[in-house]
T-cell receptor, first 112, second 114 residues
């Protein structure tokens, strides 16, 4: 049973508009949430993270929102650029463990 | 360049072969990981080593055998694999386990088992 779900396998957005990627998790014990980006033929690279004591974290064009009651997090990219086209994975972890559980990914395509 | 190097990038092997995947990290991290990524599935954690001691072992078949000789190197020894083991094998490292530690991934080894 998947503990982390990314229900949209793909998303297309026009350049300059907002991209919103979503992720749902099942276990309230998770207290750190991360987003990774993956280009073809490369490993995933870290993008942004948030701990459970916050509900928002911003880094340049990237903002992650956490809704603990809904067990939902989202990644907003504003403005979207063609170079953002990649597969985005959300991951969850619990402090004190080495377990990171990943979602299946969402393929984002930003159209020029 | 993430500081985590995996070799080989591609590997084709028969079911009776024995091969090894190698991972090296140049980041001074003390934890190293093996993940498996199959098509349309999430990344699956296979093994974690912290300071050369195995701390996670996720019910992985014994045909996969990890080895961590020091905190910078990690191997995955493969023998008598099955075609369903064909996947992208990713190595990663992190500084610790406080939570929210960034994982730094290598580029992976694309494995095909014939």
């Amino acid at each position: 049973d998947q503990q982390v779900k990314q229900n949209s396998p793909s998303l297309s957005v026009q350049e300059g508009r907002i991209s919103i990627l979503n992720c749902d998790y099942t276990n309230s014990m998770f207290d750190y949430f991360l987003w990774y980006k993956k280009y073809p033929a490369e490993g995933p690279t870290f993008l942004i993270s948030i701990s459970s004591i916050k509900d928002k974290n911003e880094d340049g064009r990237f903002t992650v929102f956490l809704n603990k009651s809904a067990k939902h997090l989202s990644l907003h990219i504003v403005p979207s650029q063609p170079g953002d086209s990649a597969v985005y994975f959300c991951a969850v972890s619990t402090s004190g463990t080495y377990k990171y559980i990943f979602g299946t990914g969402t393929r984002l395509k930003v159209l020029a | 360049e993430t500081g985590v190097t995996q070799t080989p990038r591609h590997l084709v092997m028969g079911m009776t072969n024995k091969k090894s995947l190698k991972c090296e990290q140049h980041l001074g991290h003390n934890a190293m990981y093996w993940y498996k990524q199959s098509a349309k599935k999430p990344l699956e954690l296979m093994f974690v080593y912290s300071l050369e001691e195995r701390v996670e072992n996720n019910s992985v078949p014994s045909r996969f055998s990890p080895e961590c000789p020091n905190s910078s190197h990690l191997f995955l020894h493969l023998h008598t694999l099955q075609p369903e083991d064909s996947a992208l094998y990713l190595c990663a490292s992190s500084q610790g386990n406080r939570g929210g530690e960034k994982l730094f991934f290598g580029s992976g080894t694309q494995l095909s088992v014939l």
